[in-house]
């Protein structure tokens, strides 16, 4: 019964999956992509066919199919049913003469990351340059793509690119906008950096009992006594004039009663 209930909440968690394609974030006025929303839905939920909500901002749109196609700039997110909504995917729209085009999905560490500089409708572009941070790094006699076979932290920043086009006559460099890349923590090391996260922050188990780290509070103390534990007691004080019983020590006005052990028996 428990795995039935495990893979019901698996399926209530799992964010579906949204997907470009072309896989640019940047198209020409009058170009349209293909969004496609993918989910995880096991086959005791496939009562009835699945319905898929888009949602272009805050606006609920009126499609419901696994795929659509858009070409309005904005905000794009998808939502299944028995599922949280997707991850955004931004496209930006632009009616320039050149544009840099980078990948939607996330760039991690040591992948390759790829770009093109495009001109309007795929006219050639001459003389072009890719620029990081202002620099240029590559140059080619005509349209190509840029690629950074491993990519590093250091390959984040914003990119350019520049060249020229024949329309008819070659015109005078032109610029692209400007784009942010951000390349992430390679996937391995961040989950590394998550278990041991989770290791600092997790309980000490000794025996059948949970010690968590002792703090400053009252009463936090735990002794152990040949493998089991004792809470340590608070002293009781008595007057010296009523302190006539065993076990008092004359001198101290103390009384030490022995605390539980937490075992059963009482033997050191």
């Given at each position: ?162 060249g020229t086009m024949r329309i008819p ?100």
């Open positions: 019964m428990w795995e039935l209930t495990a893979l019901l909440l698996l399926a209530t968690l799992e964010k579906p999956i949204l997907s470009l394609h072309p896989p640019w974030t940047t198209i020409f006025k009058g170009e349209r992509v293909t969004l496609r929303c993918d989910g995880y839905h096991p086959l005791l939920l496939e009562l009835r066919p699945i319905s898929t909500l888009w949602y272009l901002g805050h606006l609920l749109l009126p499609s419901h199919k696994k795929s659509i196609e858009v070409q309005t700039p904005g905000v794009y997110r998808c939502q299944t049913r028995g599922a949280p909504v997707s991850d955004p995917i931004h496209l930006s729209v632009s009616n320039d003469w050149l544009i840099l085009q980078v990948p939607y999905a996330a760039v991690f560490e040591g992948e390759p990351l790829v770009m093109r500089c495009r001109g309007w409708y795929d006219k050639v572009v001459y003389k072009l340059h890719y620029y990081h941070d202002g620099q240029p790094v590559r140059y080619f006699h005509s349209s190509a793509n840029y690629t950074v076979p491993q990519a590093r932290a250091s390959d984040s920043g914003r990119y350019q690119c520049s006559v070659e015109s005078a460099p032109m610029f692209s906008a400007k784009v942010a890349v951000t390349v992430q923590e390679a996937r391995h090391a961040a989950a590394v950096r998550l278990l041991q996260v989770q290791s600092r922050r997790a309980p000490l188990r000794l025996g059948r009992r949970v010690h968590r780290p002792r703090s400053r509070g009252r009463g936090a103390g735990i002794t152990l006594v040949r493998g089991c534990y004792r809470q340590p007691q608070r002293p009781e004080t008595q007057p010296l004039a009523a302190a006539s019983g065993a076990g008092f020590s004359p001198g101290r006005g103390v009384h030490h009663r022995p605390g539980p052990t937490g075992c059963g028996f009482g033997a050191r």
